[in-house]
Nanobody, 116 residues
Framework: QVQLVESGGGLVQAGGSLRLVCAAP????????MGWYRQAPGKERELAAT???????NVADSVKGRFTISRDNPKNTVYLQMNSLRPEDTGVYYC??????????WGQGTQVTVSS
């Protein structure tokens, strides 16, 4: 079973920063569009940012200018640098590997809590 291992969540004050890290098996990482999604309490899961194997990024308007996604292909790792955090950024953040149109892999999620 493919495992995506996330780390880096935690509690931070508004205006602070966190960096999320997701490690994936090399067998899927190199071919996948990697992404971070988030789910706030009582809300649906939503896209934060994605990055292709070639480094093309897509960032949600709600986090544009504050969040940066990047990937280290030799390390099979994707990062989400989150700056200027707001209370509305609170939620569970999930790493995603879109291997193909029909194959999606998810991590277990990491909690991010931003206090006001």
């Amino acid at each position: 079973q493919v495992q995506l291992v996330e780390s880096g969540g935690g509690l931070v004050q508004a205006g602070g920063s966190l960096r999320l890290v997701c490690a994936a098996p090399g067998s899927i990482f190199r071919f996948s569009v990697m992404g971070w999604y988030r789910q706030a309490p009582g809300k649906e899961r939503e896209l934060a940012a994605t990055i292709t194997s070639g480094g093309i990024t897509n960032v949600a308007d709600s986090v544009k200018g504050r969040f940066t996604i990047s990937r280290d292909n030799p390390k099979n790792t994707v990062y989400l640098q989150m700056n200027s955090l707001r209370p509305e950024d609170t939620g569970v953040y999930y790493c995603n590997a879109k291997v193909s149109s029909t194959i999606n892999k998810w991590g277990q999620g990491t909690q991010v809590t931003v206090s006001s």
